[in-house]
Nanobody
Framework: QVQLVESGGGLVQPGGSLRLSCAVS????????MYWYRQAPGKERELVAG???????KYADSVKGRFTISRDNAKNTVYLQMNSLKLEDTAVYYC??????????????WGKGTVVTVSS
């Protein structure tokens, strides 16, 4: 059974930082692309960042230069380092195990999400 468990969310002031983690079990992690998505209140879920099984990365324009996605294959974990947080980064952040090694889009495997609130 595939499980993805996000952690690391919380309340942070504008300009602050958080690091999200997503621990994955029940699947072969290392060759698989992984994604972070987010959903703000009243908005659709959107892609934040992705990383392929080879370590190539991509980012939404709104987070480029501020967020960094990475993975530790030994720990079956993907991370999202978020710096210079803005009010508009407030959302529930979800981890997704992608379809295959490259950027083939999300699969049906989602975590339950972790809440990030940016507020002064």
């Amino acid at each position: 059974q595939v499980q993805l468990v996000e952690s690391g969310g919380g309340l942070v002031q504008p300009g602050g930082s958080l690091r999200l983690s997503c621990a994955v079990s029940g699947m072969v992690f290392s060759p698989n692309a992984m994604y972070w998505y987010r959903q703000a209140p009243g908005k659709e879920r959107e892609l934040v960042a992705g990383i392929t099984g080879r370590g190539e990365t991509k980012y939404a324009d709104s987070v480029k230069g501020r967020f960094t996605i990475s993975r530790d294959n030994a720990k079956n974990t993907v991370y999202l380092q978020m710096n210079s947080l803005k009010l508009e980064d407030t959302a529930v952040y979800y981890c997704n195990a992608g379809r295959g090694t490259f950027f083939n889009g999300p699969s049906g495997y989602w975590g339950k999400g972790t809440v990030v609130t940016v507020s002064s």
